[in-house]
């Protein structure tokens, strides 16, 4: 690692270093042999002690916001969110990339007035994947018009639920919804 002229990190949130190792054979190439150079590109997580809510939940908070460049993603919590398995409108994309703590991501996706269907997961600390579905929805291009949606469950079948459920009312912006029983 190399050290940077500013020894001092940021204590409201965490810092990701990467770490980039390569592996390249020595020794000449004999007859019939195949050598192999690879590289590993690993992330590495600082967090410092005592930050608010819990890392495990963090993707939960994750706002996506639908506008007229794409599709905003804003995380108001202290920690990385690293997406994986992402899709727009059922296209698997290749590098979903993070979300760093406390920040905006604009991204070009859904720039048309089309509905904007994005599914995702998150990677949390220990390797395993958070399963969470969402809905863009494209009426105001604001949040307050998206219902989002855990994966494998929908509204209308049974012992169906929605998580986070946001509509466009003037009214109310807040809709309670409980789960159906069968």
């Known amino acids: 690692m190399l050290r940077t002229e500013s020894d001092i990190l940021p204590v409201d949130r965490e810092t990701l270093f990467e770490l980039s ?3 390249v054979p020595s020794g000449k190439v004999e007859n019939q042999s195949v050598k192999v150079a690879m590289r590993s590109v690993f992330k590495l997580f600082w967090r410092p002690e005592g930050l608010p809510g ?8 994750l706002r996506w916001t639908r506008n007229s460049q794409g599709v905003q993603l804003t995380n108001p919590t202290p920690y990385y969110i690293n997406l994986i398995q992402l899709s727009v409108n059922g296209k698997a994309l290749s590098n979903a990339g993070v979300v760093p703590p406390k920040s905006q991501r604009q991204t070009s996706w859904c720039q048309a007035i089309a509905p904007c269907h994005v599914a995702w997961r998150a990677i949390n600390d220990y390797g395993g994947l ?4 969402s809905k863009i929805c494209p009426e105001t291009g ?6 989002f949606f855990a994966a494998g469950q929908f509204p209308f079948g049974p012992n169906s639920h929605i998580i986070r459920p946001r509509f466009a009312h003037r009214e ?11």
Do not use: F, G, M, W
């Open 142 to 147: 604001s949040e307050n018009v998206c219902v």
């Open 21 to 23: 190792i390569a592996s």
């Open 54 to 61: 819990d890392p495990l939940e963090a993707y939960q908070q």
């Open 130 to 133: 958070s399963a969470r579905r």
């Open 172 to 182: 109310s912006r807040r809709v309670h919804v409980l789960p159906l029983r069968s």
